[in-house]
């Protein structure tokens, strides 16, 4: 599976913005999908993940509320939309394919595929 992130930009506090990030290959629906997060100096972070289906997503607390993950297996998408946007959202960006599920997808290195990564830099 390759993965393609796209949307990240230069935004203002308060401000939303829309990642995507997509598959190749004709088994996405069957990866549980995950975005992560590296900020300079920092260690990656999980933000969000969301089962095959779906139907079950998780949330890191600093994002809860704020961050919605969805997916789109007829499109092989992914999508995680930022509402609320605080400067310390400021990182790149990273979405991810596991064959764990969800309950298990906070941790990387439950990761088997990473997309390149897309900035997100919010002003305050």
């Known amino acids: 599976v390759q993965l393609q992130a796209s949307g990240g930009g230069l935004v203002q506090a308060g401000d939303s913005l829309r990642l995507s990030c997509t598959a190749s290959?004709?088994?996405?629906?069957?990866?549980?999908m995950g975005w992560f997060r590296q900020a300079p100096g920092k260690e990656r972070e999980f933000v969000a993940a969301?089962?095959?289906?779906?139907?079950?997503?998780t949330y890191a607390d600093s994002v809860k509320g704020r961050f919605t993950i969805s997916r789109d297996n007829a499109k092989n998408t992914v999508y995680l939309l930022m509402n609320s946007l605080k400067p310390e959202d400021t990182a790149v960006y990273y979405c991810?394919?596991?064959?764990?599920?969800?309950?298990?997808?906070?941790?990387?290195?439950?990761?088997?595929?990473w997309g390149q990564g897309t900035q997100v830099t919010v002003s305050s």
């Open positions: 290959g004709r088994t996405f629906s069957s990866y549980t």
């Open positions: 969301i089962s095959w289906s779906g139907r079950t997503t």
């Open positions: 991810a394919a596991t064959t764990d599920s969800v309950r298990d997808s906070k941790s990387s290195s439950k990761y088997d595929y």
